[in-house]
């Protein structure tokens, strides 16, 4: 199992998720500069925070059209696993590899701040072993990051069980309350229908080193390593 | 007032007094360039020597007391001046860069704007270093928070430093917050930031070897920012606005380009010295390095690139334009750094070539367009030094006047409590933090159990450094020099309580006008204070800067405010201390004793609204025992957390303590001192920490022999916060009063 972070210009949580899967997880991990055109034989490709190409224009406006993306596409096509967290989601969302669009937060406001996120279903890979009434305290910290899809498409993320988080209380409740950046249906994460591609705003690699204080993101990464190295 | 000159291009252009007046030097000065010049200077030159000369680049009312300040320990890599940052050892083959400066002009102008290119500013002063920055505070102050301007201000200044902070991709930790009437006008917003770099990997910002080749790197060169530094040499009134073409247009963007092109470079082993553009643009980076390494410069002006056409020698050589860095390589190392440019998409051009002699040469299209002595436009070479008159003002002595005895105490302190906790200067910055990314790195101990300093992970060690921005300019108002000392007092405590050991600070001196005795009194007794603090705490000073004239001409002059950055190192990441009660039954302690005293204090300040009285009780050697205890306290573990008493006293720390873990107290007062002084004085040095039932023996036996008074103040409880047997409230409605009292006013 070998994963590759994608390096975009303006990309910050590369360096954290490299950290979170080598040092947090013990696996191995490379880096993917963004001109490049070769996945380097990796088998799991994450797209990480931060602002790809100054988020001019629009976040992951540009980053879709850069070389790499074009590798990052047909990988997904044929079946092989992508992820995107926060910038990485909007990325995938404006590639067309998942649905919907991540808008201006509700509040028109930056928000950073430690949420708690509910699994909808262990259905998908990394919420394979997580536990659906409980919630996983992982940091948010975007613009952008209110999720909003038709009404046809929220439709069929729900049957299809595509939905990935949702926002929550510390116990758990999906309340509108609780909803940080006033996404519909509080989502916080997606898949696409061959439930091969992810995309989740909050950071789940800022709450892997106990050094921290907050362990809760290491779930999602151990459902990851242990399903594909099974 | 801007002066446009723009179809002067001309060398031979004759200058005046009048000239230089309206450039912003003194007739003395004037004379002084000619005489080093052998004749009279040009538009072009004279416009160097302008912003050279000016405060902002010069320190020309200020180095005279600067250099008093102790600025030396076995730690110190770099002392103040030599450098574009501080640099400290810490320990393991590493050094920390740090730096505190001041945007408080181009803010009060264009808040968004000015507080952005002040990060991005302070980030540039901390990677040409060769360091790469890993945790940025900042310290905010702002005129009466129920105005609309000043809710204009700070809405855009936050917004500004996290937009910057943000997609720069460093997280912001830490800061501070304070309102008051003195900042209606002119706002001050000072940008701390810090970076880790292996010892041996440092950059310098110089020039030498002749025929080596000079590059800009980084963004174009535009007309925005001409003349900032001698902009922020004046008084902000209501016609600075005026000003606007001096404000700069920052892009987080590309400054996150120039961080990771400028660590390769330097790491190239090809660098000879690279310097951030900041004040005065290209002319200060090439006349500063060229000095530090005595050479000279031959700059080609038509070589740079430009974001607009038509522009004139003097602008293309004062513009402000961000995120550009001046670098000078060794020969034959051209395709190396072009090469790393192109790789991260960033301009780079060579504009020159190192010369024999300290001539700086400047041309445009082949013809010489100003030449220049680098020595003589710089601090340390020939910009003048001026000793300033100073003189007591007269409200120094009738603070002092204050009598306690004078104000009654108030029957409802459960009232003055909930004041106090939503006090905008005391309740939860909640609604400015939110905005800052401060966990990007993944490597902040603060966030989830906070702590008096921000405390953050140099990862690849064992080590974190522990970080702080503190000054209570209300208290170096009452007292320049105890006040200020008690800023640096305060900071060291803040680090001690997070676990850390106070190793040096950096300063961002704001003041007024220097020009008016009674401010520069201020001035130099805030100087007096730092000298004695900084050398009783161990804690040199490594740099920072000094911004003058915040002070409008209608309203008097800001607070006197010597901001303090300081820098803590934690050698074991076990030592980390958190301010947040443990669990219920724990003990409460004080450190330190209690004073029958309110001076200065928030509560005497804005509840009494007695606006004049001395600075808190201080006394140094209580200060070293109180910090000696608490460190010894936290190495044996005897403690579950430590805090310090501040803003709003005894009662504002106790709940501070309370509410991260929603548990409350229940405390008893001593009948030996006034009830409200007990509870919300600000005396100082002073230390709340919990102990869990099993250790309170040891800690007591632990702190018999020391110098130290203490006193046991009762037990965290589950939920309630009682004094003296009176309920004041339940902590989940407390801290939901704390939590949105700001909110409140902005939302």
């Not at chain 2, 320990?91 to 808040?111: L, R």
């Not at chain 2, 001539?359 to 220049?372: H, K, M």
């Not at chain 2, 709003?648 to 009830?675: C, H, Q, W």
Request: glycine fraction near 8%.
């Amino acid at each position: 199992m070998k994963f590759g972070v994608v390096v975009f210009p303006g990309s910050n949580c590369d360096q954290d998720l490299v950290d979170a899967i080598s040092i947090g997880m013990q696996q191995e991990v490379v880096k993917l500069w963004h001109k490049s055109h070769d996945l380097q034989g990796c088998d799991f490709i994450l797209l990480p925070g931060g602002f790809s190409y100054g988020d001019y224009l629009r976040s992951g406006a540009i980053a879709r059209i850069s070389p790499i993306m074009q590798e990052v596409v047909q990988h997904a096509n044929s079946g092989g696993y992508v992820m995107g967290i926060c910038n990485g989601f909007q990325i995938l969302t404006e590639a067309g590899l998942l649905p919907g669009a991540l808008l201006r937060n509700v509040n028109q406001k930056f928000i950073c701040d430690n949420v708690y996120i509910k699994p909808a279903t262990t259905n998908l890979l990394p919420t394979r072993l997580l536990d659906l009434n409980k919630a996983y305290k992982i940091p948010v910290a975007h613009g952008e990051g209110r999720y909003h899809a038709d009404t046809d498409t929220l439709k069929r993320l729900h049957d299809n069980d595509q939905i990935m988080f949702k926002y929550s209380s510390n116990a758990a409740e999906t309340h509108e309350l609780y909803n940080v950046n006033g996404s519909l249906l509080n989502i916080a994460g997606v898949s696409n229908e061959k439930k091969n591609v992810f995309g989740m705003m909050p950071h789940p690699e800022r709450a892997v080193d106990p050094e921290l204080g907050n362990t809760d993101g290491r779930a999602i990464f151990e459902s990851i390593v242990e399903l594909v190295n099974a | 007032m801007f002066i446009h000159y723009k179809s002067q291009t001309n060398v031979e252009q004759h200058t005046t007094v009048e000239t230089a007046r309206k450039l912003g030097l003194l007739e003395e000065e004037f004379e002084r360039i000619k005489q080093i010049l052998g004749r009279t200077p040009n538009f072009t030159e004279l416009s160097i020597f302008s912003v050279m000369w000016s405060e902002h680049c010069s320190y020309k009312n200020s180095i005279v007391w600067l250099k008093t300040l102790p600025k030396s320990s076995p730690r110190i890599l770099a002392e103040a001046g030599e450098e574009n940052a501080g640099l400290v050892d810490i320990g393991d083959g590493y050094a920390c860069s740090f730096k505190i400066e001041s945007h408080n002009h181009p803010s009060a102008i264009e808040p968004y704007q000015g507080a952005a290119t002040g990060v991005g500013g302070i980030n540039r002063d901390i990677f040409t270093m060769g360091a790469r920055p890993i945790a940025q505070l900042n310290s905010l102050r702002f005129g009466n928070i129920h105005s609309e301007k000043t809710q204009r201000l700070l809405r855009g200044v936050v917004k500004g430093i996290g937009d910057y902070g943000n997609a720069f991709g460093i997280p912001t930790v830490g800061g501070e917050l304070f309102f008051d009437e003195c900042y209606n006008i002119n706002p001050l917003v000072n940008a701390f930031s810090a970076g880790i770099v292996k010892v041996g990997q440092t950059a310098s910002a110089t020039s030498y070897g002749a025929g080596n080749p000079v590059f800009i790197v980084g963004s174009a060169t535009g007309k925005d920012g001409i003349h900032g530094a001698a902009f922020a040499s004046k008084d902000i009134t209501e016609d600075s606005v005026n000003d606007l073409p001096s404000v700069q247009v920052g892009d987080p963007f590309q400054e996150k380009l120039l961080l990771e092109a400028s660590l390769e470079i330097i790491q190239s082993g090809d660098l000879i010295g690279i310097q951030d553009m900041g004040a005065a643009g290209i002319t200060c980076s090439t006349s500063e390095m060229s000095a530090k390494g005595e050479h000279g410069m031959d700059i080609w002006l038509d070589k740079v690139p430009m974001r607009q056409a038509n522009m004139v020698p003097f602008e293309i050589l004062l513009s402000e334009s961000q995120e550009r860095m001046l670098i000078v390589m060794k020969k034959g190392a051209e395709q190396t750094i072009k090469d790393i440019c192109d790789k991260w998409d960033l301009y780079c051009e060579q504009i020159g070539v190192v010369t024999e002699g300290g001539q700086l040469r400047y041309y445009q299209n082949g013809e010489l367009v100003a030449e220049v002595p680098a020595n003589d436009l710089v601090l340390g070479g020939g910009a003048p030094v001026y000793h300033r008159e100073y003189r007591e003002p007269a409200y120094f002595s009738e603070a002092k006047k204050f009598n306690i005895d004078e104000v009654e105490e108030p029957e409802d302190l459960q009232a003055v409590a909930e004041f106090l906790a939503t006090h905008p200067n005391i309740a939860s910055k909640r609604w400015v933090y939110r905005q800052y990314d401060s966990m990007v790195g993944t490597a902040t101990m603060s966030t989830n159990a906070p702590a008096d300093a921000a405390v953050v992970k140099v990862k690849g060690t064992d080590k974190s450094i522990v970080v702080t921005v503190d000054c209570n300019s209300r208290y170096v108002h009452a007292d320049p020099e105890q006040g200020c000392a008690i800023a640096v007092a305060e900071a060291a405590r803040n680090i001690v309580c997070a676990g850390g050991e106070p190793v040096a600070i950096t300063n961002c001196l704001n003041f007024g006008n220097p020009y008016v005795p009674e401010v520069y009194w201020q001035f130099v007794g805030a100087i007096k204070g730092m000298k004695k603090a900084c050398e009783a705490l161990g804690t040199p000073v490594t740099g920072g800067n000094v911004s003058f004239y915040n002070q409008s001409s209608d309203e008097g002059p800001v607070f006197p405010t010597p901001t303090i950055g300081m820098l803590g190192i934690m050698e074991k990441k076990d030592n980390k201390m958190t301010l947040a009660f443990q669990q219920a039954g724990d003990a409460i302690y004080m450190l330190g004793e209690a004073q029958n005293d309110i001076a200065s204090s928030e509560y005497l300040y804005s509840y009494h609204n007695v606006k004049l009285s001395p600075a808190p009780y201080f006394n140094m050697e209580s200060e070293l025992n109180v910090q000696a205890a608490v460190k010894e306290l936290i190495a044996d573990k005897l403690i579950q957390s430590a805090h310090d008493v501040a803003d709003g006293g005894l009662y504002i720390t106790l709940l501070e303590s309370a509410m991260p873990n929603e548990l409350g107290f229940d405390v008893e007062t001593d009948k030996n001192y006034r009830k409200d002084a007990y509870l919300f004085g600000e005396s100082q040095s002073r230390i709340v920490v919990s102990v869990a039932p099993g250790k309170q023996e040891a800690f007591e036996k632990a702190l018999q022999n020391k110098q130290v008074t203490f006193k046991k103040l009762g037990v965290v409880t589950r939920h309630d916060c009682h004094i003296d047997g009176v309920l004041f409230h339940g902590i989940s409605v407390a801290k939901k009063h704390y939590d949105t009292a700001l909110e409140q006013i902005l939302e």
